[in-house]
């Protein structure tokens, strides 16, 4: 199960010098986990279309969205309404703020007339959990606690065997009760963390803003969760680049997008010791990091399932979790393990760029 940011804790904040790098590569065109359009950007496509374009933090992470629409003013507009919701959910999903409804049920176990979005989510993530055969798991909280917990100054002390089967007495979906509104922890101090499905669902949301507003080409990035709509120039699709896990610009695939959405998860974006052997991606049966994949990337019709999915896959071997991709409708999947073999889905091929 993945700990995404939303997780600020976890990573340095970002410098101006490395926001100002990673913006300075966008004169490539392509959108990926590392790409980001210029900070503020309009100019004219053509007589009628405009491209409209900004980048923020949000969520922990960088979030960029280029919009492509007749009037200026109104992309301008949008987007100011998209990055509201963006702001808005990153405060209701957060699980660091002490005072949201995940925080809340998180410290007393029992929470009644939870916001509908919680609620949406936990359901989806509870569906998740269902279909990967437990892969995808909210409730490993209590195992990236204990490991938090034992990561200081860049160091990490592996916690011994007992804490670790303390700590995986508490995982397992199965334990959370929702109904409605209402949710319930069978198990005195269980919890859950969002961060493997939430930003998916965040990205959907602002979407769906920008599509209510009439702007029916868009794109948007939100550290690698990316969803689109229509086309970026006529009838030219967008181009996404998949971010090498190594970060040497070699690139394992490069794709076209029209609507549909896209979620890489890696092993190269938050870890807690120095030889990487303990991140953000947590295997909901071990409570270890699986150590066989650097990134797994889903290509699915919603950024929320796209995320979940790609997390699920992390934690399975590269064939299972092939197979599992090729199960499902509108889903296709590129594997790259730590030797750099990349592996790929059925369907995965007829979306690459040529």
Excluded at 78 to 98: C, G, K, P, Q, Y
Excluded at 262 to 281: C, L, P, Q, W
């Amino acid at each position: 199960m993945e700990n995404k940011n939303i997780l600020s804790q976890a990573r340095e904040p970002m410098s101006r010098r490395n926001f100002l790098r990673l913006s300075g590569l966008a004169g490539l065109g392509l959108a990926s986990v590392g790409f980001v359009p210029p900070a503020a950007e309009a100019v004219n496509f053509n007589r009628k279309m405009k491209k409209v374009s900004n980048t923020k933090l949000a969520m922990g992470t960088v979030v960029s969205m280029t919009l492509i629409h007749p009037s200026r003013d109104e992309a301008q507009e949008a987007m100011a309404l998209a990055f509201e919701e963006i702001n808005r959910l990153t405060s209701v999903l957060s699980r660091f703020d002490d005072t949201t409804a995940v925080s809340l049920l998180n410290r007393t176990g029992n929470l009644e007339d939870i916001p509908g979005e919680v609620a949406y989510v936990v359901a989806r993530a509870l569906n998740h959990h269902r279909i990967s055969g437990g892969a995808f798991d909210i409730t490993v909280k209590p195992v990236i606690d204990l490991f938090r917990k034992k990561h200081t100054r860049g160091r990490l002390t592996p916690p011994d065997k007992s804490e670790l089967e303390n700590a995986l007495r508490l995982v397992g979906s199965n334990g959370i009760q929702l109904k409605g509104r209402s949710i319930r922890f069978k198990k005195p101090g269980m919890g859950i963390t969002l961060d493997g499905i939430a930003k998916g669902y965040i990205v959907d949301r602002a979407s769906e803003i920008l599509s209510a507003c009439k702007i029916e080409n868009h794109l948007i990035n939100a550290g690698g969760d990316i969803r689109s709509r229509g086309s970026r120039q006529q009838t030219k699709p967008w181009t996404v680049a998949i971010q090498d896990p190594r970060k040497n610009k070699q690139y394992p695939d490069v794709i076209h997008m029209t609507d549909g959405a896209i979620a890489t998860s890696g092993n190269y974006e938050v870890y807690f010791d120095r030889e990487k052997m303990f991140h953000h991606i947590v295997d909901p049966r071990t409570g270890m990091s699986p150590l066989s994949d650097a990134s797994v990337s889903v290509m699915a019709q919603t950024a929320t399932d796209a995320d979940a999915l790609s997390t699920s896959v992390f934690v399975m071997d590269p064939s299972d979790g092939l197979r599992f991709i090729d199960s499902i409708p509108a889903c296709e999947c590129l594997v790259v393990t730590r030797t750099g073999k990349l592996f790929m889905s059925g369907g995965w091929r007829k979306n690459a760029a040529t």
